[in-house]
């Protein structure tokens, strides 16, 4: 039986009610998780608002903080909070990335200093920087789970600054999950099939992808937020306590095809 009551749960990456983080959030609450929500601020409040308007009835977040990860600071308040309202965290959600939109369409090799530094540190770095605040929270064992997708194995048309940044998130699972073992913090990564959200319209050729997976995977459809929302949950539940540094695919099983 899948029970998560009793856990604090921190999940970052919620923007609106399309996002995979909001299909997590929405499964773990209905696992009996104690819910915290990160938000990105903007200079007006509105991804503020939105955002709390969207999670406050549904899953009542305890902690609701604002989290930009090109912040140290605020990365270091978010986890303060976590420490002073609930001395415990249990599971970290980490499901967010940007890459400018030069970086998901045309030639790889035209891809700008900047654009290729900044989506590395939203999208990649993120992951160590949130993972190495986490960590002394996590003084009862942990669970940290990300998300990836399959063009960080194979050339995806379009996907190119965010493949190389995703190779990157799937290594560094790998070795944030030989680091935090011993501690018995475990971290995995689900690679989604393609979703329709804000993040991935950004994608050049998006609605095609989604179109041939539905015509290719065994399952004959792509796949949704509560279905990855409930391997997450399974990921950060005591029925997968042996499961550590691993990429689950959740995407109908087209990553087995030969396309
Ligand atoms: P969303 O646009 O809903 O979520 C992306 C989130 O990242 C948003 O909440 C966005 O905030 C946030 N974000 C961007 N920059 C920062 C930053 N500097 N600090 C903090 N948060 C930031 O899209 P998805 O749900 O699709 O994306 C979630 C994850 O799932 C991503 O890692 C994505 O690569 C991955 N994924 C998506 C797939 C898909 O097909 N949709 C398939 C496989 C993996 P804001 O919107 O407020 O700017």
Redesign the pocket.
């Known amino acids: 039986m899948l029970n998560l009551s009793g856990k604090n749960a921190l999940v970052?990456?919620?923007?609106?009610n399309?996002?995979?983080?909001?299909g997590i959030a929405q499964q773990l609450h209905a696992a009996g998780a104690n819910l915290g929500v990160?938000?990105?601020p903007?200079e007006k409040g509105r991804?503020e608002k939105k955002?709390r308007e969207l999670v406050e009835e549904p899953i009542a977040p305890s902690i609701f903080v604002p989290?930009?990860?090109?912040?140290d600071e605020q990365i270091q308040e978010a986890f303060n909070t976590v420490a002073d309202k609930w001395g415990k965290l249990d599971i970290l959600i980490?499901?967010?990335?940007?890459a400018d939109k030069e970086g998901l369409s045309g030639d790889f090799s035209a891809i700008s200093r900047q654009a290729f530094s900044q989506a590395l540190e939203?999208?990649t770095y993120?992951l160590g920087r949130l993972a190495g605040a986490a960590k002394p929270l996590m003084n009862e064992g942990g669970s940290i789970v990300?998300?990836?997708?399959?063009g960080g194995v194979r050339a995806i048309p379009n996907y190119n600054l965010?493949g190389v940044a995703?190779a990157g998130?799937e290594m560094s699972v790998r070795y944030l999950a030989a680091e935090m073992g011993p501690h018995n913090i475990r971290v995995n990564a689900?690679?989604?099939?393609?979703?329709?959200?804000?993040?991935?319209s950004a994608?050049g050729g998006?609605l095609d992808m989604?179109h041939h997976v539905e015509e290719v995977a065994p399952l004959r459809r792509t796949v949704t937020?509560t279905e990855v929302g409930n391997a997450a949950a399974f990921l950060c539940s005591d029925l997968a306590s042996g499961i550590t540094g691993q990429v689950l695919y959740v995407d109908a099983g087209y990553e087995i095809m030969g396309m």
């Open positions: 970052t990456g919620i923007a609106n399309r996002s995979i983080a909001w990160t938000y990105l903007d991804f955002v989290c930009d990860v090109q912040n980490h499901c967010l990335a940007f939203i999208s993120s990300t998300l990836t997708y399959l965010m995703k998130l689900i690679s989604a099939g393609p979703i329709r959200t804000l993040a991935s994608v998006i989604i937020q």
